[in-house]
């Protein structure tokens, strides 16, 4: 689409993440959320310190925008560490994680975000920097090549990914920490709202605050983002205050309804219903009619729209649940049965 999503998880540009990590907690008792999820850390992270040790290394895999790089902060600064931060597509070559590992001090922490995305022989060469504390470099090459080995101080290696699927097992096995984040339902994004509206200094009524959370797709990134669009318009149509009737004046202006779907999201449910008679269809076949990327679509359009109800997957392709087809106007398909191998719905 030509115009940004508002309502999408990733990333959108440098100047939001600055803008977030003014909102992001800094200390596990100020996370909201993932309650096993941080109760666990808690007795890992204790323990680990009772012990004078490194924290085992982490793996946290979720949809994005649920807080995994916030979280690995957090983790941080409960162990009193450092935290030296990278990404999968950014470690090219084995120089370049030894660059990353060979400066770390006792107990930092190194944070590989997309860890999915690793060249192979660079995860191959991470193996034994996690088991045993080492790297082995070689030196040259043929008959008279030789290899170093270089000794680590114990650190905490955390990795995040929204493609858990694509680790592989060697790796996926030498982390002694695997936590799944889940989306947040409305009442903790309502919690996340009104502390981000404290510090940003936004004056709002109850309601207004639910209406954004209750739109936020689940998710804490677009909580924000949503709450910071809507300060802005207050600014300038309302004095500041947060109606309402002001945020879904704002959210209106953006193109979110009242569901939390956005333009790109009502046309996926339009063709499925209308070019497709409700499908099943192929996913390459709408992203086609669409003229969108078929990974877009799967990674960022279809996970809600499974969220909430309103598509299917099928043995025989997407189609459209009798919600789905009611909220587009068409006739349920008729006989589709859902595969519930394929994913899980949440109520």
Known sequence: MSTQRWIAADRTSPEEERANWSLRPTRLSEYVGQREVVERLTIAIRAARERKEALEHVLLHGPPGLGKTTLAHVIAAEMG??????????????SDLVGALTKLKAGD????????????????????????GRVDVTLDSGLHGRTVTLRLKPFTLIGATTRAGLISAPLRSRFGLAHHLRYYPAEELLQILRRSASLLGVESEPKSMETIASRSRGTPRIANRLLRRVRDYAQVRTKGKVLPRVVDEALALEGVDTLGLDELDRAYLRIVGTTYRGGPAGLEAIAATMGEDSGTLEDVV???LLQIGFLSRTRRGRALTEAGAKFAGVAAPEGIEVDSGLFVTEA
């Open 81 to 94: 560490s450092a935290v030296h931060t990278t990404s999968g597509p950014a470690i090219a070559k084995a």
């Open 302 to 304: 279809e996970p809600f």
């Open 109 to 132: 922490v190194l944070f590989i975000d997309e860890i999915h995305r690793l060249p192979v022989a660079v995860e191959e060469f991470l193996y034994p920097a996690m088991e045993d």
